[in-house]
T-cell receptor, first 110, second 113 residues
Framework: QKEVEQDPGPLSVPEGAIVSLNCTYSNSAFQYFMWYRQYSRKGPELLMYTYSSGNKEDGRFTAQVDKSSKYISLFIRDSQPSDSATYLCAPKTSYDKVIFGPGTSLSVIP | EAQVTQNPRYLITVTGKKLTVTCSQNMNHEYMSWYRQDPGLGLRQIYYSMNVEVTDKGDVPEGYKVSRKEKRNFPLILESPSPNQTSLYFC????????????FGSGTQLSVL
């Protein structure tokens, strides 16, 4: 079993839709949960991070962590064409490096 | 502007011809790392460096070398490239190895014929 898994997509939605991106992990020691966004032909950039379980909201983006089921979600409200990118789930422990999931490709159609 | 600079952006070479991909950061970060990204496999760490003169293997180090003689620079060396090293390469840095936020370069698309 891979340490971090994501549905690779591609996921295609109409503009304005609510998007749900999901990630599962196997290491119960993960405490920090990041989402990186990667535009085509660019390096990933940190979008959001959450510590432990719970929700965190930043504008149209909400990150949700359920440590009991080892499940991480990123919700995008009122999706825009500029949200078209690959989203990388990236958890880590308190003492080790970031581990990247394979990413989910999202396309928001105008 | 805080950034990680990689060069070149695109590189086509032939099997066995030594090449170097440069990486430089201007944020005084201690931690630097190289990744390769392949479809379906995600980002895989090649080598990393905790500080000057301190480097260590990542998950896929075979066929690569690195050096960290200065804090800002972390070049990736392929002494005898092979076609299975055709990939998209990213350099990244962070203040410390345990930081959540990594800063990535724009990538180097390497094709080995």
């Amino acid at each position: 079993q891979k340490e971090v898994e994501q549905d690779p997509g591609p996921l295609s939605v109409p503009e304005g839709a609510i998007v749900s991106l999901n990630c599962t992990y196997s290491n119960s020691a993960f405490q920090y949960f990041m989402w990186y966004r990667q535009y085509s032909r660019k390096g990933p950039e940190l979008l959001m991070y959450t510590y432990s379980s719970g929700n965190k909201e930043d504008g149209r983006f909400t990150a949700q962590v359920d440590k009991s089921s080892k499940y991480i979600s990123l919700f995008i409200r009122d999706s825009q064409p500029s949200d078209s990118a690959t989203y990388l789930c990236a958890p880590k422990t308190s003492y080790d490096k970031v581990i990247f999931g394979p990413g989910t490709s999202l396309s928001v159609i105008p | 502007e805080a950034q990680v600079t990689q060069n070149p952006r695109y590189l086509i070479t032939v099997t066995g011809k030594k090449l170097t991909v440069t990486c430089s950061q201007n944020m005084n970060h201690e931690y630097m790392s190289w990744y390769r990204q392949d479809p379906g496999l995600g980002l895989r760490q090649i080598y990393y460096s905790m500080n000057v003169e301190v480097t260590d293997k990542g998950d896929v180090p075979e066929g690569y070398k690195v050096s960290r003689k200065e804090k800002r620079n972390f070049p990736l060396i392929l002494e005898s490239p092979s076609p299975n090293q055709t990939s998209l390469y990213f350099c990244a840095s962070s203040l410390l190895a345990t930081n959540e936020k990594l800063f990535f370069g724009s990538g180097t698309q390497l094709s080995v014929l």
